[in-house]
């Protein structure tokens, strides 16, 4: 069954090892999904987003191991930011927009 009135967009976003806010994209949904190749974590949350580090706190990101997607409703992909383990580390999406 065809969606009517959506388009695609997809994407590649190199390591970084600082929070990292993503593309500004308007979307319903957005898969992202860390490398299957990646040697460490990748850490997607909120503004300020930080790597695991043993401690209890609200900034720590959900990590995607290599491999690893998840999916969110989320408006704007700029909602989001990312924070990895090594510049290494590549992030990918693919999310779902209204076409114009």
Do not use: H, W
């Not at 490398?35 to 990590?63: H, M, R």
């Not at 992030?91 to 779902?96: D, P, V």
């Amino acid at each position: 069954m065809a969606i009517l009135n959506t388009k695609i967009v997809s994407g590649e976003l190199v390591g970084v090892t600082s929070a990292t806010q993503l593309p500004d994209i308007a979307c319903n949904r957005v898969t992202l999904k860390a490398e299957a190749a990646n040697p460490t974590f990748v850490y997607v949350g909120g503004s300020g987003v930080t790597k695991k580090d043993g401690a209890t706190d609200a900034t720590t990101g959900l990590q995607l191991d290599a491999g690893e997607e998840i999916t969110l409703s989320i408006s704007n992909l700029n909602l989001l930011y990312r924070i990895c383990d090594a510049t290494g580390d590549v992030l990918t999406y693919i999310a779902e927009t209204s076409a114009a």
